[in-house]
């Protein structure tokens, strides 16, 4: 039997790979600690000696980070749920039921994947204004809550679940809520977990649209906070310089990693298994 296992060359190069995609990582938060004229100085070097939190908590005085964490954080729970409730029982529904127009309405929802971002911003800002929701959780929790994509994928998923498991159900007298959730909620659990990875993502780094639907302060996500933080320093200190601002905005930044970093790796098992999950069907 052929051994297929990689060698000590797959592995050396995987390692030289991901150390080239994770120095830029490195480099920020490494920067982060720097004075911030040593960031200009010497922008390749970094020693233990020399680190210091200035830039933080020039940061944490200058820029409103935690309120956009906890924006972020509102919106990402909100809309997140929405998305993890509503979009696997619309792939339940297009996946094992069967009514007119199924077809038709599926492709639909498939033709929304095809329309840019951009092309949707402009009718949803006027409609968001016209119900009177500019500046407002509403306007950044509810568009795009349920997203073709998500029922796709979830579709996709479920469409690989055996009838006849869904048939003993029926027969042990369970409603088909039951049905969904006794039986296919347990076997989509990897789908629901990648599901949930990519929902993190897209809500946590979404700037397009919070910058549209939002221009007060009160109400700006994580990144349009970021998206502002130079001009929130020289705003609040006189004769901020480039390292300064540099500094500050390293700073910022490296916090603003963290959370999906600690995500992906508590759940990067689940992701993967969620991503192969929907990659087939059954």
């Known amino acids: 039997m052929n051994d297929k296992r990689p060698g000590v060359v797959t592995y050396l190069l995987l390692g030289a790979l991901s150390l080239l995609f994770l120095y830029p990582i490195w480099w920020a938060v490494s920067s982060s600690f720097k004075p911030a004229a040593e960031i200009i100085s010497d922008p390749l070097g970094f020693g233990l000696g020399r680190a210091t939190l ?163 302060e009160r109400h700006q996500t994580l990144q349009v906070v970021l998206s502002t933080l130079a001009q929130n320093i020289t705003g609040n200190r006189i004769g901020a310089d480039f390292a300064t601002v540099w500094s500050e905005l390293l700073a910022a930044s490296s916090i603003a990693m963290i959370p999906l970093l600690v995500v992906f790796v508590l759940l990067q098992r689940h992701f993967i298994n969620g991503i192969l999950a929907g990659s087939v069907k059954g």
């Open 54 to 216: 200035d830039g933080y908590r020039a940061m944490l005085a200058d820029v409103p980070i935690g309120t956009g964490f906890a924006n972020t954080a509102l919106v990402l729970a909100i809309k997140g749920g929405m998305t993890m409730f509503f979009c696997p029982l619309a792939g339940y529904a297009f996946a094992k039921f069967h009514f007119p127009g199924k077809n038709l309405l599926f492709g639909l929802v498939l033709l929304t994947l095809m329309l840019p971002t951009l092309v949707l911003i402009i009718p949803l800002l006027l409609e968001m204004s016209a119900l009177g929701w500019v500046n407002t959780y509403q306007a950044l929790i509810l568009p795009g809550s349920i997203d073709a994509f998500s029922i796709f994928w979830m579709r996709q998923i479920i469409a690989a679940v055996p009838d006849e498991l869904m048939d003993a159900g029926r027969v042990d007298g369970a409603g088909e809520f039951g049905v969904y959730r006794r039986i296919i909620l347990p076997i989509i659990r990897p789908g629901l977990a990648g599901l949930a990875v990519l929902t993190m993502m897209n809500v946590y780094n979404d700037f397009v649209w919070p910058v549209v639907a939002v221009n007060d």
